[in-house]
T-cell receptor
Framework: AQTVTQSQPEMSVQEAETVTLSCTYD???????LFWYKQPPSRQMILVIR??????QNATENRFSVNFQKAAKSFSLKISDSQLGDAAMYFC?????????FGTGTRLTIIP | NAGVTQTPKFQVLKTGQSMTLQCAQD?????MSWYRQDPGMGLRLIHY???????DQGEVPNGYNVSRSTTEDFPLRLLSAAPSQTSVYFC??????????????FGEGSRLTVL
């Protein structure tokens, strides 16, 4: 069974600083997608960024970027220039075909 | 656009009661799924469907039933509620044409409490 591990239950960062959230996963598949979802206090799930395993180039979306290490099965999220609106739960997720498997989440606090 | 709509948003049940969580999407998505979210456990897949008449189990299917009679609707049924089913439930859908890259669109969640 595939598993997704987020080893940091909570993280905090000063506003305008950079923070990295960690994620590792276990799979025997060769092609799959990885995602980071954000869940603010409103409870809405919002897609932040996605990465295909076959693409070596790390995905970037504005202030959000990933460090994808396929051999190490690691998929970390870097948030640059942190803003108050970034405060949320962040979930790493893995999807080989249909089923999307989530990690347990990291709660990110932004310190003004 | 409505996107994915879940009802009700809040529900309190007594042990043994039955209820149905409704989920509807207006994006013509083939893939629909139900997750439950519990503190410290992330979101876990309950059931999913790839089209009308086709459903399959996820990671935690026990105690839940689903059916898919139309593309738009994917209700989740609790036949005999138990306190262990107290959770927040999310319905999500995606376009299968995008394959595993397809973004999952989520409803706003339904908070269920079983006493």
């Amino acid at each position: 069974a595939q598993t997704v591990t987020q080893s940091q239950p909570e993280m905090s960062v000063q506003e305008a600083e950079t923070v990295t959230l960690s994620c590792t996963y276990d799979t025997s598949e060769s092609d799959y997608y990885l995602f980071w979802y954000k869940q603010p206090p409103s409870r809405q799930m919002i897609l932040v960024i996605r990465q295909e395993a076959y693409k070596q180039q790390n995905a970037t979306e504005n202030r959000f970027s990933v460090n994808f290490q396929k051999a190490a099965k690691s998929f970390s999220l870097k948030i640059s220039d942190s803003q108050l609106g970034d405060a949320a739960m962040y979930f790493c997720a893995y999807r080989p075909l249909l089923k999307l498997t989530f990690g347990t989440g990291t709660r990110l606090t932004i310190i003004p | 656009n409505a996107g994915v709509t879940q009802t009700p948003k809040f529900q309190v049940l007594k042990t043994g009661q039955s209820m149905t969580l409704q989920c509807a999407q207006d994006m013509n998505h083939e893939y629909m799924s139900w997750y439950r979210q519990d503190p410290g456990m992330g979101l876990r897949l309950i059931h999913y469907s790839v089209g009308a008449g086709i459903t399959d189990q996820g990671e935690v299917p026990n105690g839940y039933n689903v059916s898919r009679s139309t593309t738009e609707d994917f209700p989740l049924r609790l036949l005999s509620a138990a306190p262990s089913q107290t959770s927040v439930y999310f319905c999500a859908s995606s376009n299968l044409a995008g394959g595993p890259a397809g973004e999952l669109f989520f409803g706003e969640g339904s908070r269920l409490t079983v006493l």
